[in-house]
């Protein structure tokens, strides 16, 4: 059972549509038409102010995965979704560790493609979430079991959406980010509230160091492609 590869080309809400989901291994290779910024499936879009999405020009979608605000320039970010089916010998119940062997596949993608670690090493995240509340609000703020890290950044993000047919793991890396994109499209409330304990400037300074960029994103997909049509 091997997987099939797709090249999908679109804006953002478009790429995050259900509709093109089967029930089996199948790997999209995105190609986002049009900057954006995703909402996880729990986030209200009052958390943007309004007025910096106007001026940034920037389609505002949903995805139904977890998780907090990405934010997305053409050309600049490496998106793979995967899909199994239920059933599949990968699938696992536990969602916790549901993404383990793939993280472990874009480890050995990064090695292939001669990326070299900051730390020393590649690794899978496999315990609780780092950063919860940061990542609430941000998805590259905080780490999930199953993406990939160098050191303390994210290298490789991933949500996961599930439905009694299939699982469908959407990754992202970036070849550029700047936080101020991200964090300047939040409204004041999401800093000023009981309950913050952030604010703007330091949550800005957090995702600086808290992302590593794949510039060569292209040889690290192909790599990721290979690994994946070659598994049974």
């Not at 999908?8 to 995050?16: I, K, N, Q, S, W």
């Not at 549509?17 to 995703?38: N, P, Q, W």
């Not at 009052?46 to 995965?65: C, F, K, M, N, Y």
């Not at 239920?86 to 472990?104: F, I, K, Q, Y």
């Amino acid at each position: 059972m091997s997987f099939s590869v797709e090249r999908r080309r679109g804006r953002g809400e478009d790429l995050h549509a259900t509709g093109f989901i089967e029930a089996r291994r199948s790997v999209f290779l995105m190609e986002l038409e049009g900057a954006c910024a995703v909402l996880g499936s729990t986030q209200s879009a009052h958390i943007l102010d309004p007025d910096a999405v106007e001026r940034s020009g920037r389609q505002v979608t949903t995805r139904r995965s977890g998780g907090g605000l990405v934010v997305m320039n053409p050309g600049e970010v490496l998106w793979v979704d995967v899909v199994i089916p239920a059933g599949d010998p990968l699938w696992r119940d536990d969602v916790s560790s549901a993404g383990a062997w793939l993280g472990e596949l874009w480890v050995d993608a990064l090695h292939d493609a001669g990326e070299i670690a900051d730390s020393g090493s590649f690794e899978v995240h496999r315990g609780p979430l780092r950063h919860r509340d940061l990542a609430r609000t941000v998805c590259f703020a905080g780490i999930g079991a199953g993406e990939v890290v160098d050191g303390s950044a994210k290298v490789i993000g991933v949500s996961q959406r599930r439905t009694r047919h299939w699982a469908r793991f959407q990754c992202l890396a970036y070849a550029r980010f700047d936080p101020t994109e991200t964090t300047g499209l939040l409204d004041d409330a999401v800093f000023g509230g009981p309950t913050s304990s952030v604010d703007r400037d330091a949550l800005t300074r957090h995702l600086s160091a808290s992302v590593r960029t794949v510039p060569a994103m292209d040889r690290v997909s192909d790599a990721l492609v290979e690994r994946l049509v070659t598994l049974r």
